[in-house]
């Protein structure tokens, strides 16, 4: 009978795991294998990088922050002032304003 302190029983049939030696490091099979030996260029200098973020990512900034502005804030404005310009409408026409309950 064995008691829960008791190391549990290695298979014999498994092999055996060393610890790792990192002057020996195992194999690296696959994709990620083959990034690790890949050559990472360095980090240019700051005004380098920070010219080439004006550069690339500024105008992308705007274009889509005028694409948001385009499609998001002018569609929502538009809906509102027809609804506006509707409930004006009915008033001119009927004389009362929409029932507090329909209006959003």
Request: glycine fraction near 6%.
């Amino acid at each position: 009978m064995t008691t829960p302190d008791d190391p549990p029983e290695a298979d014999e049939d498994a092999p055996v795991r060393q610890p790792m030696d990192p002057t020996n490091p195992p194999e690296k099979p696959g994709k990620l294998g083959k990034l690790a030996d890949v050559e990472v260029p360095p980090v240019p200098a700051a005004p380098t990088f920070t010219a080439g973020v004006r550069r690339k990512l500024h105008p992308r900034l705007l274009a889509l922050h005028i694409l948001q502005f385009a499609f998001g804030a002018t569609a929502w404005a538009l809906l509102h002032m027809a609804a506006a310009l509707g409930a004006a409408l009915r008033y001119t026409l009927t004389g009362t304003w929409p029932d507090r309950g329909k209006r959003r």
